[in-house]
């Protein structure tokens, strides 16, 4: 057994059971921690595909700044009345027997497409330069570069663009999601500013 | 059990079902977000792996970025919701969010 399947057990199996655990346990903080389990384990799996800045970006954004934004919810919500929310067994049940049909569906379908014969049929019909195109493997551990010069138009990574196929980067998406963000941040104080409560 | 495209996708698989069982059954606001965490999270391995396994080059990391970007976003907003409604109902029990209700 290699190294590298050993760890694609051990942090595939963290991941679905982290998942699995997020669902089961009713204590929100215990969600949390699972979810924290699961999404780590995520994280390593992206390190195992090389993808190692998206694998950097998901430890930094969601297990450092959205866990938190959830515990920080957690703490300023879970004081009072109705503290305890628990799901009725037998909505368990039922919800147990849907996950299970959900989950067949999607497996029986994604094992019925044949993946390497559709990515023969999309590379022949875009057009895409399958030596240029493919991850390289040789810069393996290194999308940082590629990645930061996507997000301002160029690709790199396609080879020379010509006039009749040009390539097309990721600027105009950047440019919406930074303001994107902005109007989340204004929006999030707004909507978040202490105010005297109604009903009380 | 070596990595391949299949098993990635079926880890995907598992992360969507589980976050959409959590946001059906979950009462608590804050747990319903954290099923929106898990399907997103789901997407981003099948986008990775994709960008991995097939010629698709880097497209799929670009994307699975931007997915984690708006997640940020959402849970942010939402939480902020989130603790409006608290502050309103003393409560962050979905079911109890009936004030629309005709």
Redesign the interface.
């Known amino acids: 057994m290699s190294g590298?399947?050993l760890f694609?057990?051990l942090f595939?199996l963290g991941?679905?059971l982290g998942?699995?655990a997020?669902?089961v346990s009713q204590s929100?903080i215990r969600?949390?921690f699972w979810?924290i389990i699961?999404?780590g384990s995520?994280a390593a799996?992206?390190f195992?595909?090389?993808?190692d800045?998206?694998g950097a970006?998901?430890l930094m954004?969601?297990v450092g700044?959205?866990l938190v934004?959830?515990v920080?919810?957690?703490m300023?919500?879970?004081s009072?009345?109705?503290l305890k929310?628990?799901?009725s067994p037998g909505?368990?049940v039922l919800?147990?027997m849907?996950?299970l049909l959900?989950?067949f569906m999607?497996?029986v379908t994604?094992?019925g497409v044949d993946?390497d014969e559709s990515?023969e049929r999309?590379?022949t019909a875009v057009g895409?330069d399958?030596e240029v195109?493919?991850?390289d493997s040789g810069s393996e551990g290194n999308?940082l570069r590629?990645?930061g010069m996507?997000?301002l138009g160029l690709r790199p990574?396609?080879g020379v663009a010509t006039a009749s196929k040009p390539h097309t980067g990721?600027l105009l998406?950047f440019e919406i999601?930074s303001v994107?963000?902005l109007v989340?941040?204004i929006?999030?104080?707004y909507?978040?500013r202490a105010?005297r409560?109604?009903?009380? | 059990?070596?990595?391949t495209?299949?098993?990635?996708?079926?880890?995907g698989?598992?992360?969507?079902?589980?976050?959409?069982?959590?946001m059906?059954?979950?009462?608590?606001a804050?747990?319903i977000?954290?099923?929106v965490?898990?399907v997103l999270?789901g997407a981003?391995?099948n986008l990775?792996?994709f960008?991995?396994?097939?010629?698709?080059?880097?497209?799929g990391?670009?994307y699975?970025?931007?997915v984690?970007?708006?997640?940020?976003?959402e849970?942010?907003?939402a939480?902020?919701?989130?603790?409006?409604f608290?502050?309103?109902?003393?409560?962050?029990?979905v079911d109890?969010a009936n004030k629309l209700k005709g």
């Open positions: 590298q399947t694609f057990t595939a991941a679905c998942a699995i997020v669902v929100v969600m949390a979810l699961s999404l995520t799996l992206f195992l595909v090389d993808a800045f998206v970006v998901q954004i969601y700044g959205t934004l959830l920080f919810a957690v300023l919500t879970s009072g009345p109705y929310i628990d799901t909505e368990t919800a147990g849907v996950a959900f989950l999607v497996v994604q094992l993946w990515n999309i590379a895409i399958r195109a493919a991850f999308t590629t990645i996507s997000l990574d396609l990721y998406p999601v994107h963000l989340v941040l929006g999030a104080s909507l978040a105010k409560r109604r009903d009380s | 059990m070596d990595p495209l299949s098993k990635y996708l079926m880890i698989a598992v992360l969507f079902v589980c976050g959409v069982i959590c059906a059954t979950k009462r608590n804050i747990g977000l954290m099923g965490e898990l999270n981003n391995v990775v792996a960008s991995h396994y097939t010629t698709l080059g880097i497209d990391q670009i699975s970025l931007f984690i970007v708006l997640a940020a976003a849970a942010a907003i939480l902020a919701i989130a603790l409006n608290y502050n309103n109902h003393l409560t962050i029990d109890r």
